[in-house]
C-alpha cells in the first residue's frame, strides 16, 4: 500500500480525496497497489468532513512521516507552496502539483531538486486542468519537433467572452456572472490580464525546448478591454474571440505572447466554449493535433492531479532526464511577428485612406447597428507597424489580432 499527504483542501485537494476514495479500487487495479491518503494539511478545520480525521496544522507532521511517499501540493501561491514542496522533496518525497504559478516560476529549480533527491516532480494539472497534454509532450510526442503551441488556456476568459458573444453582454455583467459561479476569483485579475494563460504557455515552451522560459518576458494581453462592439463585429466578419496563448521555439528561441484573437468559425478551436480549454499542437511529424476538455473546476483537474500520483507510486525514481533544464531560453523580442490586424475606427470612411497610407492595403467593414465608426482589416504586417499606426492616429479605438 502507498500512502500520500495531500497539501490544501480546497477545491482540487478535496477532489483528489474523493477521486481516491470513489475510485480506489479502479486506481488499485491500475497502479498495482492499493493508494492511501494519510494526511491532509489545512490551516481549517472541516467538521463533519470525512477528511477531518486526516487533517493536521503543520507541515513537519508530512514532511517528518517516512510512510508517506507522495505529496500532492493544492494550496496555490508560489512562496509557501515553494518552501513546503522543497522540504518535501529534500525528505525524499514524490511531489505533484496543480500549481502553474509555483510551476512557472520555480519549476527549474524543483524539477533539479527532484532529480538529485532521486524523486518525481509532476504538474499534469498546471496546464488545462483534466486535459492530458504534459504526459503527452513527455511520452507520445518525444520523436517530434514541436513547431506551433497554440490554444484556448483559461477556462474563466473562454467562459466570458463565449457569454458576451452569445448574449451581447458586457465584460462586467459577465464577470460577475463568472465569480457567482465560482469560475472567476474574487480577485480575477490572474485570469482576465492574461497572467494565467501566460504561465501555462511558458510551461509548455519549456517542455517543448526542454529549457526555462521566463513568462514575465512573454507579451502579455487580457480581455478587459474587450466589448459588445467588438463582438458585434467578429459576428459581422463570421469570427470568433477568444483569449489564446500561442508559441512557436525556432532559431535558439521562442517567440510567444497571449491575447485576445479573432479566428474564424470554421478554425478547429471555433467549437471551443464555455469554460472549456483546447490546445492545438503544429508537429514535423504527426502533423496538427487537438487536445480538448475541461480545463477548470474540481473533479477535472483532480483528476489529473490523481494521474500523477499514479505515476509517482508506480515509477517513484526520477526520470534521467528533466522535463527540463535551468538553462533560460532566450523569448524573442516582441514586435517583429507579421500577422493581420482589425481595428476599429472612429469617424467616417475617408480616414481609411490616411490609415491605408501607413498600414497598406486595408478591408474597411461595418457592423450593423453601430454608428460613428468603422473597422478595418490589415494585410499581412508587422507588430511594430501596427503599434507604431496606434500612436500616431488617436481616431483608432482599438485592436484585434487575426488568427489565420
Known amino acids: 500500500m502507498a500512502k500520500i499527504a495531500v497539501m490544501g483542501y480546497g477545491t482540487v485537494g478535496s477532489g483528489v480525496v474523493e477521486i481516491l476514495r470513489e475510485n480506489g479500487?479502479?486506481?488499485?487495479?491500475?497502479?498495482?497497489q492499493k493508494i492511501e491518503v494519510k494526511k491532509v494539511l489545512d490551516l481549517r478545520d472541516f467538521p463533519g468532513d470525512p477528511a477531518q480525521e486526516l487533517i493536521v496544522h503543520d507541515i513537519a507532521e508530512i514532511v517528518?512521516?517516512?510512510?508517506?511517499?507522495?505529496?500532492?501540493?493544492?494550496?496555490?501561491?508560489?512562496?509557501?507552496?515553494?518552501?513546503?514542496?522543497?522540504?518535501?522533496?529534500?525528505?525524499?518525497?514524490?511531489?505533484?502539483?496543480?500549481?502553474?504559478?509555483?510551476?512557472?516560476?520555480?519549476?527549474?529549480?524543483?524539477?533539479?531538486?527532484?532529480?538529485?533527491?532521486?524523486?518525481?516532480?509532476?504538474?499534469?494539472?498546471?496546464v488545462g486542468g483534466g486535459i492530458p497534454i504534459i504526459r503527452n509532450l513527455r511520452t507520445c510526442l518525444t520523436a517530434d519537433h514541436i513547431q506551433k503551441i497554440?490554444?484556448?488556456?483559461?477556462?474563466?476568459?473562454?467562459?466570458?467572452?463565449?457569454?458576451?458573444?452569445?448574449?451581447?453582454?458586457?465584460?462586467d455583467a459577465v464577470l460577475k456572472e463568472a465569480q457567482k459561479k465560482g469560475f472567476a476569483e474574487a480577485d480575477p485579475s490572474a485570469d482576465v490580464e492574461g497572467w494565467d494563460a501566460c504561465r501555462k504557455i511558458a510551461i509548455l515552451s519549456s517542455i517543448v525546448s526542454g529549457r526555462f522560459v521566463d513568462f514575465q518576458k512573454i507579451h502579455t494581453e487580457g480581455i478587459t478591454k474587450i466589448t459588445p462592439v467588438d463582438m458585434a463585429y467578429a459576428k459581422a466578419m463570421g469570427r470568433?474571440?477568444?483569449?489564446?496563448?500561442?508559441?512557436?521555439?525556432?532559431?535558439?528561441?521562442?517567440?510567444?505572447?497571449?491575447?485576445?484573437?479573432?479566428?474564424?468559425?470554421?478554425?478547429?478551436?471555433?467549437g471551443v466554449n464555455m469554460e472549456f480549454n483546447a490546445i492545438f499542437l503544429t508537429s514535423d511529424m504527426l502533423g496538427d493535433t487537438m487536445f480538448y476538455g475541461q480545463g477548470?473546476?474540481?473533479?477535472?483537474?483532480?483528476?489529473?492531479?490523481?494521474?500523477?500520483?499514479?505515476?509517482?507510486v508506480s515509477s517513484p525514481e526520477a526520470v534521467k532526464r528533466s522535463v527540463w533544464t535551468d538553462e533560460e531560453m532566450p523569448v524573442a523580442e516582441f514586435?517583429?511577428?507579421?500577422?493581420?490586424?482589425?481595428?476599429?475606427?472612429?469617424?467616417?470612411?475617408?480616414?481609411?485612406?490616411t490609415l491605408g497610407a501607413q498600414l497598406g492595403s486595408l478591408q474597411v467593414l461595418r457592423a450593423p447597428g453601430i454608428a460613428g465608426e468603422f473597422g478595418i482589416v490589415t494585410g499581412e504586417l508587422a507588430e511594430e507597424t501596427m503599434a507604431a499606426c496606434v500612436k500616431a492616429c488617436p481616431e483608432i479605438i482599438s485592436v484585434i489580432r487575426m488568427a489565420d
Open 25 to 32: 479500487d479502479l486506481v488499485a487495479e491500475r497502479c498495482g
Open 64 to 126: 517528518g512521516d517516512d510512510e508517506i511517499s507522495v505529496v500532492c501540493e493544492t494550496m496555490g501561491g508560489v512562496d509557501i507552496a515553494t518552501k513546503f514542496v522543497t522540504q518535501c522533496l529534500e525528505a525524499g518525497k514524490s511531489v505533484v502539483t496543480s500549481n502553474k504559478a509555483m510551476v512557472a516560476a520555480n519549476g527549474s529549480a524543483l524539477l533539479k531538486l527532484a532529480q538529485k533527491n532521486n524523486v518525481r516532480f509532476l504538474f499534469e494539472a498546471s
Open 150 to 171: 497554440f490554444g484556448i488556456l483559461n477556462g474563466t476568459t473562454n467562459y466570458m467572452l463565449t457569454k458576451m458573444y452569445d448574449e451581447g453582454a458586457d465584460y
Open 240 to 270: 470568433m474571440i477568444r483569449l489564446v496563448g500561442e508559441s512557436v521555439v525556432e532559431d535558439d528561441q521562442v517567440h510567444a505572447m497571449v491575447a485576445p484573437m479573432m479566428f474564424d468559425k470554421e478554425h478547429a478551436l471555433a
Open 296 to 312: 477548470a473546476g474540481k473533479l477535472p483537474t483532480a483528476s489529473a492531479v490523481a494521474s500523477d500520483v499514479i505515476e509517482a
Open 335 to 353: 514586435g517583429s511577428e507579421n500577422r493581420r490586424f482589425f481595428a476599429r475606427v472612429s469617424g467616417d470612411e475617408s480616414l481609411a485612406d
